[in-house]
């Protein structure tokens, strides 16, 4: 069974870098079937992609998003992270990572999700 | 960006009752690569219906997704008490993959 799980700091000073791990379990990592994901969720707001990455270190980011993130993998510890400059009170969320599956077809929703990490911004 | 406008914004039924959540596109999603997830509060998003129509694994069948090119439609048969709960669409057609603002089915 997939599993995956964020992990990190719960609280960021204004103006520091975010930097969050997923650590990915019982599935093939470097499968070619897989894009790893970030997406977060703002209090009380609806769901906002983040960006993706395949375990070659390919990437693709919301373009909103774009100057202010990294996001990067460590195949050889079934981990990816994110990492995000400059955060604001606007960048507090629940965070979580998922699998983008293309297994069944070209293209995948995401399955499935972390239980996913809240992310406090505050000095 | 493709934008996705969910309505209603919120669904007032009764348990046994019919649902039903339209998601729009502002561009037609040819590939019919959308995708509907169920949340309820404290979880992560799961996923119920990818590619438009297809349940995904362990889903009931009284979950259906159908539609095409900008109109997609989740439709739940009869309302189970764990069925109340927020419904988000997510398109991933377009390199940007993004999410309507979501709609909650809530307990008349």
């Known amino acids: 069974q997939v599993q995956l799980q964020e992990s990190g700091p719960g609280l960021v000073t204004p103006s520091q870098t975010l930097s969050l791990t997923c650590s990915v379990s019982g599935a093939s990592f470097t499968s070619s079937a897989y894009y790893w994901t970030w997406v977060r969720q703002r209090p009380g707001k609806g769901l906002e992609w983040i960006g993706y990455i395949f375990h070659n270190g390919q990437t693709n980011y919301n373009p909103s998003l774009r100057s202010r993130i990294t996001i990067s993998v460590d195949a050889s510890k079934n981990e990816f992270s994110l990492k995000m400059t400059s955060v604001t009170a606007a960048d507090a969320a629940m965070y979580y990572c998922?699998?983008?599956?293309?297994?069944?077809?070209?293209?995948?929703?995401?399955?499935?999700w972390g239980q996913g990490i809240l992310v406090t911004v505050s000095s | 960006d493709i934008v996705l406008t969910q309505s209603p914004g919120t669904l007032s039924l009764s348990p046994g009752e019919r649902a039903t959540l339209s998601c729009r596109a502002s561009q037609s999603i040819t590939t019919n690569n959308l995708a509907w997830y169920q949340q309820k509060p404290g979880q992560a998003p799961r996923l119920l219906i990818h590619a438009a129509s297809r349940r995904a694994t362990g889903i009931p069948d009284r979950f259906s997704g159908s539609g095409s090119a900008t109109d997609f439609t989740l439709t739940i048969s009869r309302l189970e008490p764990e069925d109340f709960a927020v419904y988000f669409c997510q398109q991933y057609h377009d390199s940007v993959r993004t999410f309507g603002q979501g709609t909650k089915v809530e307990v008349k």
């Open positions: 998922a699998r983008e599956n293309h297994s069944l077809r070209p293209l995948g929703p995401l399955d499935p």
